[in-house]
């Protein structure tokens, strides 16, 4: 499966946005979708995993009751909506796609979009 993520930008504190992760390739719906993010100087983390069906999600900590991940199988597609940015926020976004949810949670899964950038100006 090939994934291209879009919609980052910059964004004062507070503000939202949301992306987009588009699918090709093999069905999109056997595969369970997360996003990761990735800020300067650090390592890459686990943001949000949505289930095959959409049914089941699980978000870190750090993005809990503030981003929200969706997806649209009819449309190939898996959403973050970003809500109460926060500066610390910035950072590199990616998509990523595997058949198994609990593989996306614990950060290794197949396969992996390009990153969009997300800024949050203070």
């Known amino acids: 499966v090939q994934l291209q993520a879009s919609g980052g930008g910059l964004v004062q504190a507070g503000g939202s946005l949301r992306l987009s992760c588009a699918a090709s390739g093999r069905t999109f719906s056997m595969y369970a979708m997360g996003w990761f993010r990735q800020a300067p100087g650090k390592d890459r983390e686990f943001a949000a995993v949505i289930s095959r069906s959409g049914t089941m999600t699980y978000y870190a900590d750090s993005v809990k009751g503030r981003f929200t991940i969706s997806r649209d199988n009819a449309k190939n597609t898996v959403y973050l909506q970003m809500n109460s940015l926060k500066p610390e926020d910035t950072a590199v976004y990616y998509c990523?796609?595997?058949?198994?949810?609990?593989?996306?949670?614990?950060?290794?899964?197949?396969?992996w979009g390009q990153g969009t950038l997300v800024t949050v100006s203070s």
């Open positions: 990523a796609a595997d058949p198994i949810y609990s593989t996306v949670r614990t950060e290794s899964p197949s396969y």
